[in-house]
């Protein structure tokens, strides 16, 4: 079956503006994370979406936002948009929130200008 | 925000041989844990998992060991391949806040 899909898979954008990503979890997946990932800090966990609640929250500004569809996609959104905000943004999916398998999308590779 | 240095250590390895990539988790209640590839430009793929009432879990060319004794977890790679060259992470899932916690990544180069 098809793997994590997200769109779109490179962006570039200037300071202030804002962006969303999207997140196609795999299919039967109801839990959907976002993570940011940078050379400097790795992976930094954002947020878990499941059933369309925000189940879990890493320590990241109000400008980063987060939704999750009744078809279990996610979009994540950036607003006012800064140089250190450019990163690799990587949707994980797994069938339910805890311990069980997570798998990756390719990730989204923005930069910011 | 929650994070891992990225002071990535290197494993060398000659093509061929065995592997082995260690990993300290963080939290004595974590009862998942998960190895990660991550190769350039790339999401990280799944490799394997195991869970915490179990030592020993083999896959194809892979193997994990887990020692809660010491919170140590290894991943080792029997006859290294070109395209087994990536980053790999490993994951511990902590019960009580159902997050992820990622390892410090290792390099594994494979020398031809």
């Known amino acids: 079956k098809a793997g994590v899909t997200q769109t779109p898979r490179y962006l570039i954008k200037t300071r202030g503006q804002q962006v969303t990503l999207s997140c196609s979890p795999i299919s039967g997946h109801r839990s959907v994370s976002w993570y940011q990932q940078t050379p400097g800090q790795g992976l930094q966990f954002l947020f878990e979406y ?21 078809n279990s996609r996610s979009e994540m959104n950036v607003s006012t ?30 930069t910011v200008l | 925000g929650e994070s ?37 430009g790339k999401g990280p793929q799944f490799i394997i998992d195991i869970r915490s009432n179990m030592d020993k879990r083999q896959g194809q060319r892979v193997t994990v060991l887990l020692n809660k004794t010491v919170k140590h977890l290894s991943l080792q790679i029997a006859a290294t391949q ?9 994951a511990e899932n902590d019960p009580g806040t159902y997050k992820y916690i990622f390892g410090t990544g290792t390099r594994l180069k494979v020398l031809a």
């Open chain 1, 81 to 110: 948009l800064e140089l250190g905000d450019s990163a690799l943004y990587l949707c994980a999916s797994s069938r339910t929130s805890g311990s069980n398998e997570q798998f990756f999308g390719p990730g989204t590779r923005l």
């Open chain 2, 4 to 40: 891992v240095g990225l002071h990535l250590p290197t494993l060398s390895v000659q093509e061929g041989d065995n592997s082995i990539i260690n990993c300290a988790y963080s939290n004595s209640a974590s009862d998942y844990f998960i190895w990660y590839k991550q190769e350039s």
């Open chain 1, 50 to 70: 499941f059933s369309e609640t925000q189940r879990n929250k890493g320590n990241f500004p109000g400008r980063f936002s987060g939704r999750q569809f009744s």
């Open chain 2, 82 to 90: 070109p395209g087994d060259s990536a980053v790999y992470f490993c």
